[in-house]
């Protein structure tokens, strides 16, 4: 039985899902909660598509992906995916925030020859688009990290593993085939983390996202599940007798996580300061959103900085990781690379932040789409999706390669 206050939450959850894009090609069968708790407020959504598509060669946009999934993964797990901080807001700032930005295109200029590519700390890829860092991916899908990993080879895409990845980085490290990245939760044991930082050096990592934006925050879907009583949810969560609860994290092996937590609310810069003198890879800062924290980056000799707001799962600012990323620019005055994710949908989105200074761009969401709907397929058909929609606007803005898109092409 649900509580008055479980009920209401949930269809604020669902009328905030029916008014984003999160529901694009819903048709009205799919399940995200138990029957029991569904409302009309998902059939508000008026679905713009009511087919499901059969196979990833059937996607027109990244959108298209998602009610698969839906329908594909276990409805904690879509939560956990779907989910913001608070009330959402921030998820929806992170895409309201490109509808301020209109585009001033060119005419007759030659892009016959475009060229999307982009080399980052000595590494070329195909694209700007990166596949940023989300854990325990085998909810979505049983070959998870790896399925993605195969998917950033093929694609040529930088791909981040997530500290809390269901798949080694060792394992995924073979699957790429390549120099990857690695993004690191801090844990309140130095020796631990320091281990798992040697670790992702040894398997050929190259740089290390020092997540910063989650010491505290507030995600109320998931705990609307009673996942004491779901067999799914128990397969992946209650530890047997005598294991650790970190069993499936695979980052985690060997270490001891006894009385040990992620994310340090006592964290300082000189964290930075201790990374950067403890591993030979390149240090960004990820989840950063000011100029102030941007120029404290550079201060303490970061090789990188990432404004994100974690897919608007950090913090209810209000506040769109596309409306940060000026002021975070202007800071660093181009002395290191600045990446930026959190809400990006569609190439314009991308150009968007080209433009504004970004050296590439990091999608989440949108690649789990594919990969729960179609696996590694659905993951390649993402980025395609995506690189194919960036193409089209730089034609249009008559930029054909990175280094000649500017905020000229801006009407902000």
Same mark, same amino acid.
């Given at each position: 039985?649900?509580?008055?206050?479980?009920?209401?939450?949930?269809?604020?959850?669902?009328?905030?899902?029916?008014?984003?894009?999160?529901?694009?090609?819903?048709?009205?069968?799919?399940?995200?909660?138990?029957?029991?708790?569904?409302?009309?407020?998902? @059939?508000?959504?008026?679905?713009?598509?009511?087919?499901?598509?059969?196979?990833?060669?059937?996607?027109?946009?990244?959108?298209?992906?998602?009610?698969?999934?839906?329908?594909?993964?276990?409805?904690?797990? *879509?939560?956990?995916?779907?989910?913001?901080?608070?009330?959402?807001?921030?998820?929806?700032?992170?895409?309201?925030?490109?509808?301020?930005?209109?585009?001033?295109?060119?005419?007759?200029?030659?892009?016959?020859?475009?060229?999307?590519?982009?080399?980052?700390?000595?590494?070329?890829?195909?694209?700007?688009?990166?596949?940023?860092?989300?854990?325990?991916?085998?909810?979505?899908?049983?070959?998870?990290?790896?399925?993605?990993?195969?998917?950033?080879?093929?694609?040529?895409? @930088?791909?981040?593993?997530?500290?809390?990845?269901?798949?080694?980085?060792?394992?995924?490290?073979?699957?790429?085939?390549?120099?990857?990245?690695?993004?690191?939760?801090?844990?309140?044991?130095?020796?631990?983390?320091?281990?798992?930082?040697?670790?992702?050096?040894?398997?050929?990592?190259?740089?290390?996202?020092?997540?910063?934006?989650?010491?505290?925050?507030?995600?109320?879907?998931?705990?609307?599940?009673?996942?004491?009583?779901?067999?799914?949810?128990?397969?992946?969560?209650?530890?047997?007798?005598?294991?650790?609860?970190?069993?499936?994290?695979?980052?985690?092996?060997?270490?001891?996580?006894?009385?040990?937590?992620?994310?340090?609310?006592?964290?300082?810069?000189?964290?930075?300061?201790?990374?950067?003198?403890?591993?030979?890879?390149?240090?960004?800062?990820?989840?950063?959103?000011?100029?102030?924290?941007?120029?404290?980056?550079?201060?303490?000799?970061?090789?990188?900085?990432?404004?994100?707001?974690?897919?608007?799962?950090?913090?209810?600012? @209000?506040?769109?990781?596309?409306?940060?990323?000026?002021?975070?620019?202007?800071?660093?005055?181009?002395?290191?690379?600045?990446?930026?994710?959190?809400?990006?949908?569609?190439?314009?989105?991308?150009?968007?932040?080209?433009?504004?200074?970004?050296?590439?761009?990091?999608?989440?969401?949108? *690649?789990?789409?594919?990969?729960?709907?179609?696996?590694?397929?659905?993951?390649?058909?993402?980025?395609?999706?995506?690189?194919?929609?960036?193409?089209?606007?730089?034609?249009?803005?008559?930029?054909?390669?990175?280094?000649?898109?500017?905020?000229?092409?801006?009407?902000?």
């Amino acid at each position: 039985m649900h509580s008055q206050g479980t009920q209401t939450s949930r269809r604020h959850f669902l009328r905030f899902l029916a008014k984003s894009p999160l529901l694009a090609g819903f048709g009205g069968s799919a399940v995200l909660w138990p029957a029991e708790a569904q409302d009309d407020a998902v @059939l508000a959504g008026s679905p713009k598509w009511t087919q499901l598509i059969a196979n990833a060669g059937e996607a027109v946009n990244v959108w298209d992906f998602e009610p698969v999934l839906r329908k594909n993964v276990n409805a904690g797990h *879509y939560a956990y995916l779907a989910q913001g901080a608070d009330d959402f807001g921030t998820i929806a700032a992170n895409r309201s925030g490109f509808d301020k930005i209109r585009l001033r295109p060119r005419r007759l200029v030659d892009t016959s020859n475009l060229d999307t590519s982009l080399e980052l700390f000595g590494q070329r890829y195909a694209s700007p688009i990166l596949l940023c860092p989300v854990g325990e991916q085998q909810m979505f899908h049983p070959e998870g990290e790896v399925a993605v990993a195969r998917a950033a080879k093929a694609k040529n895409a @930088l791909q981040m593993l997530s500290t809390v990845a269901n798949f080694s980085v060792e394992d995924v490290a073979a699957a790429r085939g390549a120099p990857g990245w690695f993004q690191l939760y801090p844990t309140s044991k130095w020796e631990n983390t320091l281990a798992m930082v040697k670790r992702a050096e040894r398997a050929g990592c190259t740089a290390l996202a020092v997540t910063v934006d989650v010491p505290a925050r507030n995600l109320e879907p998931v705990e609307r599940f009673d996942r004491d009583n779901d067999p799914v949810c128990q397969a992946c969560h209650a530890a047997a007798v005598g294991q650790s609860p970190w069993r499936l994290r695979h980052m985690f092996d060997g270490l001891d996580m006894t009385g040990a937590t992620m994310g340090i609310t006592g964290l300082t810069w000189s964290y930075i300061d201790r990374l950067k003198s403890a591993t030979t890879m390149k240090v960004l800062v990820k989840g950063i959103v000011t100029a102030e924290d941007a120029a404290l980056c550079i201060r303490h000799g970061a090789d990188g900085v990432i404004v994100s707001n974690h897919g608007g799962r950090a913090d209810e600012s @209000l506040r769109g990781t596309i409306d940060s990323l000026p002021e975070v620019v202007d800071a660093v005055r181009g002395r290191v690379p600045v990446i930026v994710d959190s809400g990006f949908r569609r190439g314009t989105d991308i150009f968007k932040a080209l433009a504004l200074g970004a050296a590439a761009v990091g999608v989440g969401r949108p *690649y789990i789409w594919g990969l729960g709907a179609f696996g590694q397929a659905g993951v390649e058909k993402v980025v395609d999706l995506l690189t194919r929609e960036l193409r089209i606007v730089m034609q249009q803005m008559g930029a054909a390669s990175l280094p000649e898109i500017s905020r000229s092409s801006l009407d902000v």
